[in-house]
């Protein structure tokens, strides 16, 4: 029997995640279906219990819902307690009952850390500094600080934001936060998570913020460089954009449902064509 998933969102028609997993379907020989649904603002909730209703076994989460998704869970992973997020809902049937108990998980944060390994970015030992301070960023400092950097900065125009999330992350490595005047010498690693260059700003960093082969990364993709990777790379770092992050963290989920994990090489490849 075919087995259902989908990706909630609002909007969501423009959404990849589709194509990813039907390709990731095809690759492996599982017999699934994937769908994108657009869930009514005020009612997350509801719209996954008629998805279930109607045989859904798993869903993605995208904006605006992962908030709602992590208070629908009744257990969570614990990247996704830490994220207070969650983009993976996994239903768990106990045989015949049938009684769904509802599994969250953020792969989010693999999903960068695995692109990053992808692109031979080394985060072991490299410093850090990370743009934003949202649900975004919280989603991905788990796996990213589990990777030990030798340290990690996040940087937010609202300094306090960025001061609590390092707070809150303080057990796990070397993390500390501020405004964006508090940000001092060179990094080998710098990841836009703020939703500044969907607005065609840039945030205020001095050009000696790379240091030598450092790595500009922005969680956000398109057709055309966002204006921080165009800038980053006028300043001599390499520029990566969020595309590989989108399908492996696509694939983690593919994985937590179905266990088996999907080669994401040939993935990329074709969603990068679609782009241009
Ligand atoms: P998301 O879920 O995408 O992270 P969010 O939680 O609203 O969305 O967070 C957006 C992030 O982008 C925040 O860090 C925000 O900074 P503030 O906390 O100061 O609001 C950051 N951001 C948005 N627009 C920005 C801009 N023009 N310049 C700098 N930072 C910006």
Redesign the pocket.
């Known amino acids: 029997m075919t087995d259902h998933y989908c990706v909630f969102g609002h909007p969501v028609n423009h959404s990849k995640s589709p194509m990813i997993h039907a390709a990731f379907a095809e690759q492996t020989g599982e017999d699934l279906e994937y769908s994108a649904i657009e869930a009514p603002l005020e009612d997350f909730a509801g719209a996954w219990k008629r998805f279930v209703a109607q045989g859904g076994k798993g869903a993605n989460v995208t904006?605006p819902f992962k908030e709602d998704a992590f208070r629908l869970c009744d257990s969570l992973s614990d990247r996704a307690r830490r994220a207070k997020a969650v983009n993976t809902l996994i239903l768990e049937t106990d045989g015949p009952t049938q009684n769904g108990r509802i599994r969250g998980d953020n792969t989010d944060g693999l999903g960068l850390t695995r692109d990053l390994a992808h692109h031979r970015v080394t985060v072991e030992g490299a410093r850090i500094l990370v743009l934003?301070?949202?649900?975004?960023?919280r989603g991905v400092l788990e796996p990213l600080l589990q990777a030990r950097p030798k340290a990690l900065f996040i940087a937010?125009?609202?300094p306090e934001?960025a001061v609590q999330l390092a707070e809150d992350f303080r057990d796990l490595g070397e993390i500390a936060g501020g405004g964006y005047a508090e940000v001092e010498g060179r990094f080998d690693l710098v990841i836009n998570?703020?939703?500044?260059s969907l607005?065609g700003?840039l945030?205020p960093l001095a050009e000696t913020v790379f240091a030598p082969g450092a790595t500009a990364y922005d969680m956000l993709y398109g057709a055309e460089p966002t204006v921080f990777l165009r800038w980053a790379a006028r300043q001599g770092a390499r520029p990566l954009d969020g595309l590989g992050m989108l399908v492996e963290q696509a694939a983690v989920s593919f994985q937590l449902w179905r266990g088996k994990r999907p080669d994401t090489q040939v993935v990329r490849e074709r969603l990068r064509q679609l782009l241009d």
């Open positions: 904006v934003g301070a949202g649900g975004a960023v937010n125009r609202t934001k998570g703020t939703s500044a607005g700003t945030p």
